[in-house]
């Protein structure tokens, strides 16, 4: 597998979680499998039933926000509110008016703490008489995750990719399930599994991975939004001498916003990879392939397939001596919670 396969995924558009974008993206992995197995997932799927701005009575290119719905009519500035798209996207404030318009030079889909007031990404700033309408809800729907077992084993080391994504989802997170396909490390000592998620993305972070059945996890490694050329290593402690294999941006503990993050809540020494230099392109239509991206794919690849196998060479209690020098305690399970504050998780007092 190479990196065009990811962009011929994004070629079916956007993957709303629970869609049947996300689910013909799911059929079509499936199709490069030799073994799988479907998980089904509870999950909601969010339709998008109307998404109309008109400004002075001209239509305008505009995206609606997660979950805001609503219809108004005023003057920006009065009813509606206009306000720059801020440097980091879950630095977006709602405010008291009825409307609000995000300005960026991309369109996005970035969720808000509330349903309220509707809300829309336009891409120049505007002034005078505003019509918006944007109308969708959430309906309960089924989906699944894909597995596929590449080495058998009495435990697993699993490589984890979410299907689901907002726009056009190159890099997050079509570039991983490519990237995860494409790898093939020579293990000794332990299984090697892929799964790909459903409903990463969504009113809730990580339906897919809540669901996913756990056992038998000996270490899992989301991947996740990444973009050229370096790597945020967002892990427990008892992983992060593997850092070592990586262009590296900085050493973190577990992100609680991907999937690896329900492993290690249930106690399973987890990691996350991904880059913030996505930022400015994030859930956005402009997430979309550059040049540098085939040599780091290449890189990726060669870097993840050093590190398992570098992580096979190593037993359980190995890492969790590791875990304990750490924490503290010696309990893994409910020892490392969010801090979603700051963006990042800590240890449990």
């Not at 479907?38 to 290119?61: A, G, H, L, M, S």
């Amino acid at each position: 597998m190479d990196i065009g396969f990811a962009e011929d995924l994004m070629k079916l558009g956007e993957a709303i979680h629970g869609g049947n974008i996300e689910k013909k993206i799911l059929e079509i992995i499936e199709g490069n499998l030799d073994n799988f197995r479907k998980n089904v997932v509870r999950t909601k799927f969010w339709k998008i039933e109307r998404e109309d701005v008109y400004v002075n009575n001209k239509r305008i290119e505009a995206s609606l926000l997660p979950y805001t719905s609503g219809c108004i009519k005023g003057k920006i500035g009065r009813e509606i509110t206009i306000i720059d798209m801020p440097s980091h996207p879950f630095s977006l404030s709602q405010p008291e008016t009825e409307g609000l318009l995000v300005v960026d030079n991309k369109l996005r889909r970035i969720s808000l703490s509330k349903n309220k007031p509707v809300s829309f990404f336009i891409k120049n700033k505007m002034e005078g008489y505003v019509e918006i309408c944007g109308e969708g809800k959430l309906e309960d729907a089924t989906s699944y995750n894909l597995e596929t077992i590449r080495k058998d084993g009495n435990d697993f080391i699993v490589i984890g990719a979410h299907v689901d994504h907002w726009l056009s989802g190159f890099h997050d997170n079509l570039f991983s399930i490519a990237l995860a396909l494409s790898l093939r490390p020579n293990l000794k000592n332990h299984g090697f599994k892929l799964v790909f998620f459903s409903s990463e993305e969504g009113p809730k972070c990580c339906t897919g991975s809540l669901q996913q059945p756990k056992d038998k996890t000996f270490v899992m490694i989301s991947l996740d939004a990444l973009f050229p050329n370096r790597v945020v290593f967002s892990a427990t402690p008892d992983l992060w001498e593997f850092s070592k294999f990586f262009r590296l941006k900085r050493i973190e503990m577990p992100s609680p916003f991907s999937d690896h993050f329900p492993y290690v809540a249930e106690g399973y020494p987890g990691m996350v990879l991904y880059n913030d230099d996505l930022i400015p392109f994030y859930h956005s239509d402009q997430d979309l392939p550059i040049k540098e991206d085939l040599s780091y794919f290449n890189y990726m690849k060669t870097s993840l397939e050093r590190m398992i196998e570098s992580i096979d060479e190593k037993n359980s209690e190995y890492l969790d001596n590791q875990f304990y020098k750490y924490s503290k305690t010696k309990i893994r399970k409910g020892s490392i919670i969010p801090d979603y504050r700051n963006l990042t998780s800590r240890f449990k007092i």
